[in-house]
């Protein structure tokens, strides 16, 4: 099956029909009218290729695939709402599964294309879910995990409230990357790789909010720097996680194409949380959302 994926300005430019054809003074664009409910028709899609990537087995990841279906469909029941405490029958009703399973790229793709548009709730959940696919090596997912379109287009003007926060945690974790690859023993390259990653989320960042590096990394109250491999890495990891947190939040904050952008580099911060995991001895793919 052929998939076809859209170019960034393709996307941007769906994106901004979509919302023009919201109803004035509309809050945003919802799966289904108060009316006459129906469920969104993206968002099922998405929900019936994850499911068939679960049941081929391949890459399941402890069950990756299947519960973010799970969480998909409840979105859909989210937005279609209730009718005299039931929801309708046809949202409930999940799509059927594609006769050919898709590549995981396929997945990503369709994700990026509904975060751009709709709800908040929705976008910071398609943010989380697309992340933690992120993190499934490239060789088996159909294509590369990262569209480097849209992190080298950056955010547009407006975006440093919303980034600041990021902009502080990202730089606290690339300083931390040289405060503890002196004890980081074999996994020093790793941790380089994670800094190099780390820099460029920060240049994006730092450009929209405007916030100027922190001079340094302070532990919490109480804690010690790392003296092993597996503190240096477990550090690492926890500041790392921080970025995707807040990048994923700021998702909620911003519109069209900065979400995009937003939600794209929280999936370079992932990958770099899943490379920190392989250290540890943890599977990446047991985590069904990041940035939670």
């Known amino acids: 099956m052929r998939t076809v994926h859209l170019t960034l300005a393709s996307r941007r430019s769906a994106a901004l029909l979509l919302t023009l054809a919201v ?7 919802v799966a289904c009218s108060p009316g006459d409910p129906v469920p969104d ?13 679960s049941s081929a087995g391949a890459l399941d990841g402890n069950g990756i695939f299947a519960a973010q279906a799970d969480l998909v469909d409840a979105e859909v029941l989210r937005e279609c709402g209730t009718r005299d405490g039931e929801s309708p029958a046809d949202c409930a009703t999940p799509a059927e599964a594609p006769a050919d399973t898709p590549d995981v790229d396929k997945v990503r793709t369709e994700m990026m294309d509904l975060i751009g548009t709709g709800g908040n709730d929705r976008a910071v959940l398609l943010t989380g879910l697309h992340a933690a696919l992120a993190t499934v090596e490239d060789a088996d997912a159909g294509g590369p995990a990262i569209d480097s379109d849209i992190t080298d287009a950056g955010f547009t003007d407006g975006s440093s409230d919303a980034l600041g926060k990021a902009t502080e945690l990202v730089d606290q974790a690339v300083y931390l990357t040289g405060v503890i690859l002196p004890v980081a023993g074999d996994s020093a390259g790793t941790v380089s790789a994670v800094g190099g ?3 460029g989320i920060r240049d994006a960042v730092a450009e929209a909010s405007g916030v ?3 001079p340094g990394y ?3 109250e109480g804690a010690t720097a790392p003296g092993d491999r597996n503190g240096a890495v477990t550090a690492l990891l926890q500041a790392v996680h921080d970025v995707t947190v807040e990048l994923r939040r700021a998702v909620g904050s911003l519109d069209g194409a900065d979400r ?6 929280a999936a370079v911060s992932a990958r770099c949380e899943a490379a920190l ?4 001895g943890t599977d990446p793919l047991t985590v069904t959302v990041r940035g939670q």
């Open 23 to 29: 109803v004035p003074g509309a809050a945003g664009m």
């Open 41 to 53: 028709a993206g968002l099922q899609g998405i929900s019936a290729d994850l499911r068939s990537l």
């Open 197 to 199: 990653r780390l820099r």
């Open 212 to 214: 100027s590096a922190a």
């Open 218 to 220: 302070t532990f919490a």
């Open 260 to 265: 995009e952008t937003a939600a794209m580099w």
């Open 277 to 280: 995991e392989d250290q540890l």
